[in-house]
C-alpha cells in the first residue's frame, strides 16, 4: 500500500467517512464496514479528498484529456480531483457533469462545465455498488460524443453482486475499460493488521470469504 492509500484511509476515518462495525447493507448483507463519501464535507477535507483521486489518477498512467463527475455526489469530486491536477501535478484538466433533469431556458441542456465531443474522459465518483449510476454515465457521455477512458472511484469492495462478479469487473467486462480506486477492501484489511486490530480483521475476512470476489 502507498503512502498516499494510506492517508486516504486516515483522511476517512478521521471524517467518520470510513466505519467499521456492523451495518446492514441495501444489498441484504450485513458488512464490517461501511463508506459513506458524503461526510467530505468541510473544506480541508475536500481538498486533501481530491489530492488523493488525483495521485490515484496519476499512479494508474491512463490517458484521457477531460474528466466527467455524474451528478450529483460526482459533481464535487471532479471539482476537486481537476483542482488537484492543476495544482499538485501542473495538468490544466477540464471537467464537466450532468444535471438530473435538462435545463429548458437559458444556456439549455444537461451537460455543464467543458465540451467532451472527441474527448478521452474519466468518469470520477465514489464507489459503485450496481453500477446503474456508472452506466447512466456511459450512456449519457456516448451521447455527448465522448470516448470513455476509464473511471475512478474512491473505494473498490472487491465484493460480488448478484453473479460471480463484482459489479466493478462487470463494468469493466462490458465497456472494455479499466475501473481504478483510490483503495481496496484489501487494502483496508493490510491497514487493520498494520493497526493491529484482529477483531475487524477478522470479521473482514469472513465477509470477503463469504462476498469476496477473486
Given at each position: 500500500?502507498?503512502?498516499?492509500?494510506?492517508?486516504?484511509?486516515?483522511?476517512?476515518?478521521?471524517?467518520?467517512?470510513?466505519?467499521?462495525?456492523?451495518?446492514?447493507?441495501?444489498?441484504?448483507?450485513?458488512?464490517?464496514?461501511?463508506?459513506?463519501?458524503?461526510?467530505?464535507?468541510?473544506?480541508e477535507s475536500l481538498?486533501?479528498?481530491?489530492?488523493?483521486?488525483?495521485?490515484?489518477?496519476?499512479?494508474?498512467?491512463?490517458?484521457?484529456?477531460?474528466?466527467?463527475?455524474?451528478?450529483?455526489?460526482?459533481?464535487?469530486?471532479?471539482?476537486?480531483?481537476?483542482?488537484?491536477?492543476?495544482?499538485?501535478?501542473?495538468?490544466?484538466?477540464?471537467?464537466?457533469?450532468?444535471?438530473?433533469?435538462?435545463?429548458?431556458?437559458?444556456?439549455?441542456?444537461?451537460?455543464?462545465?467543458?465540451?467532451?465531443?472527441?474527448?478521452?474522459?474519466?468518469?470520477?465518483?465514489?464507489?459503485?455498488?450496481?453500477?446503474?449510476?456508472i452506466r447512466e454515465?456511459?450512456?449519457?457521455?456516448?451521447?455527448?460524443?465522448?470516448?470513455?477512458?476509464?473511471?475512478?472511484?474512491?473505494?473498490?469492495?472487491?465484493?460480488?453482486?448478484?453473479?460471480?462478479?463484482?459489479?466493478?469487473?462487470?463494468?469493466?467486462?462490458?465497456?472494455?475499460?479499466?475501473?481504478?480506486?483510490?483503495?481496496?477492501?484489501?487494502?483496508?484489511?493490510?491497514?487493520?493488521?498494520?493497526?493491529?486490530?484482529?477483531?475487524?480483521?477478522?470479521?473482514?475476512?469472513?465477509?470477503?470469504?463469504?462476498?469476496?470476489?477473486?
Amino acid at each position: 500500500m502507498q503512502q498516499y492509500q494510506l492517508d486516504f484511509i486516515k483522511l476517512a476515518l478521521k471524517c467518520d467517512t470510513l466505519r467499521f462495525g456492523k451495518f446492514n447493507l441495501k444489498s441484504g448483507r450485513t458488512s464490517p464496514y461501511f463508506f459513506n463519501a458524503v461526510l467530505f464535507c468541510t473544506g480541508e477535507s475536500l481538498h486533501l479528498l481530491g489530492n488523493h483521486y488525483a495521485t490515484a489518477l496519476q499512479t494508474a498512467g491512463l490517458e484521457y484529456d477531460a474528466l466527467f463527475g455524474p451528478a450529483y455526489k460526482g459533481i464535487p469530486l471532479v471539482s476537486a480531483t481537476s483542482i488537484a491536477l492543476a495544482a499538485q501535478h501542473n495538468k490544466n484538466i477540464p471537467y464537466a457533469f450532468n444535471r438530473k433533469e435538462v435545463k429548458d431556458h437559458g444556456e439549455g441542456g444537461q451537460m455543464v462545465g467543458a465540451d467532451l465531443k472527441g474527448q478521452r474522459v474519466i468518469i470520477i465518483d465514489d464507489v459503485i455498488t450496481a453500477g446503474t449510476a456508472i452506466r447512466e454515465s456511459v450512456s449519457f457521455l456516448k451521447e455527448a460524443g465522448a470516448i470513455l477512458s476509464g473511471v475512478l472511484i474512491a473505494l473498490d469492495r472487491q465484493e460480488r453482486g448478484q453473479g460471480t462478479l463484482s459489479a466493478i469487473q462487470e463494468i469493466e467486462e462490458q465497456y472494455d475499460i479499466p475501473v481504478i480506486s483510490i483503495i481496496t477492501m484489501q487494502d483496508l484489511m493490510s491497514y487493520l493488521q498494520q493497526e493491529k486490530q484482529l477483531e475487524t480483521l477478522t470479521n473482514m475476512r469472513t465477509y470477503r470469504d463469504q462476498y469476496g470476489v477473486l
